[in-house]
T-cell receptor, first 115, second 112 residues
Framework: AQSVTQLGSHVSVSEGALVLLRCNYS??????LFWYVQYPNQGLQLLLK??????LVKGINGFEAEFKKSETSFHLTKPSAHMSDAAEYFC?????????????FGKGTKLSVIP | DAMVIQNPRYQVTQFGKPVTLSCSQT?????MYWYQQKSSQAPKLLFH???????NEADTPDNFQSRRPNTSFCFLDIRSPGLGDAAMYLC???????????FGPGTRLLVL
């Protein structure tokens, strides 16, 4: 079984400041990890994914995340927040291995960007 | 552009009146998923199709059914919507089961 914990249901940053959204996971097998972004009344858009290649993953819109096995973490960062980054962000995990489909989401972190 | 399309974007129905939500994809993916997302919550998987094989999650109510007449289309039928079924319904696709899921824009359902 796998689970995801996102620390902080709501994070506020100033425009231009560092964005750090935290995600910790548990998984009984090596995981695949994802970050999705959801704008109001929209579906989920894939930001980036980790599938056991490079541990530092670069995604769209200047976001990146680092897989740290020892810390069971996959935190999302962006050096400089933009107003358009205001949205809800979901971390998700799925077990690697043939036939696995169960994508388990965290509860989400709503990011506010202050002008 | 290859994509996942959901229609309608907003649906209003009456308590107990059957409703059907539609999803189509141009990605030619084998797997199609339906998720329910209530306000301020994470998406919850209802069921998925792997090609023509239907896979229901254990805790999905019987009130929810699905059809996949061909590779491109998948429907979510709610036989007797209750007030508690008001939510955003998200369709997703993936090339194979353990591959990345791509989501549509969602259909927001309101039950009066």
């Amino acid at each position: 079984a796998q689970s995801v914990t996102q620390l902080g249901s709501h994070v506020s940053v100033s425009e231009g400041a560092l964005v750090l959204l935290r995600c910790n996971y548990s998984s009984s097998v090596p995981p695949y990890l994802f970050w999705y972004v959801q704008y109001p009344n929209q579906g989920l858009q894939l930001l980036l994914k980790y599938t056991s290649a490079a541990t530092l993953v670069k995604g769209i819109n200047g976001f990146e995340a680092e897989f740290k096995k020892s810390e069971t973490s996959f935190h999302l960062t962006k050096p400089s927040a933009h107003m358009s980054d205001a949205a809800e962000y979901f971390c998700a995990v799925t077990p690697s291995g043939a036939g696995s489909y169960q994508l388990t989401f965290g509860k989400g972190t709503k990011l506010s960007v202050i002008p | 552009d290859a994509m996942v399309i959901q229609n309608p974007r907003y649906q209003v129905t009456q308590f107990g009146k059957p409703v059907t939500l539609s999803c189509s994809q141009t990605l030619n993916h084998n797997v199609m998923y339906w998720y329910q997302q209530k306000s301020s919550q994470a998406p919850k998987l209802l069921f998925h199709y792997y090609d023509k094989d239907f896979n229901n999650e254990a805790d999905t109510p019987d009130n929810f059914q699905s059809r996949r007449p061909n590779t491109s289309f998948c429907f979510l039928d709610i036989r007797s919507p209750g007030l508690g079924d008001a939510a955003m319904y998200l369709c997703a696709t993936s090339r194979d089961r353990e591959e990345t899921q791509y989501f549509g824009p969602g259909t927001r359902l309101l039950v009066l």
